[in-house]
């Protein structure tokens, strides 16, 4: 099993970025994708996910409008778009799975997500 986040940078403010989640070794289709960011000094959390087959998405409450998620089931992947990016953006952004036979994802805790990504880093600064 593998995923494989990719896209981060050092971006200015106000800069967009896509990050991506290249997966290999399951069953993408049968499992909800989530984007966890940790930020230095700070706990991870949850910014947005995908229930399987693009089924649903959530997204947290102080990024919306901002991060958009989705996944091309023909390609095992799932993108994280961010836009209009700030320096409290500034995180270790990784991906993550869970088999899920609903067509739901959580973010409000990592407990459920059994497989990780070894993260990409995104620093915002001018």
């Known amino acids: 099993v593998q995923l494989q986040a990719s896209g981060g940078g050092l971006v200015q403010p106000g800069s967009s970025l896509r990050l991506s989640c290249a997966t290999s070794?399951?069953?993408?289709?049968?499992?909800?994708i989530g984007w966890f960011r940790q930020a230095p000094g700070k706990e991870r959390e949850g910014v947005s996910c995908?229930?399987?087959?693009?089924?649903?998405?959530r997204t947290l409450d102080s990024v919306k409008g901002r991060f958009t998620i989705s996944r091309d089931n023909a390609k095992n992947t799932v993108y994280l778009h961010i836009h209009s990016l700030e320096p409290d953006d500034t995180a270790i952004y990784y991906c993550?799975?869970?088999?899920?036979?609903?067509?739901?994802?959580?973010?409000?805790?990592?407990?459920?997500?059994?497989?990780w990504g070894q993260g990409t880093l995104v620093t915002v600064s001018s």
């Open positions: 993550a799975a869970y088999r899920i036979f609903l067509p739901f994802c959580a973010i409000s805790s990592a407990n459920p997500y059994k497989y």
């Open positions: 070794g399951f069953a993408f289709h049968d499992y909800a």
């Open positions: 995908v229930g399987p087959l693009d089924s649903s998405t």
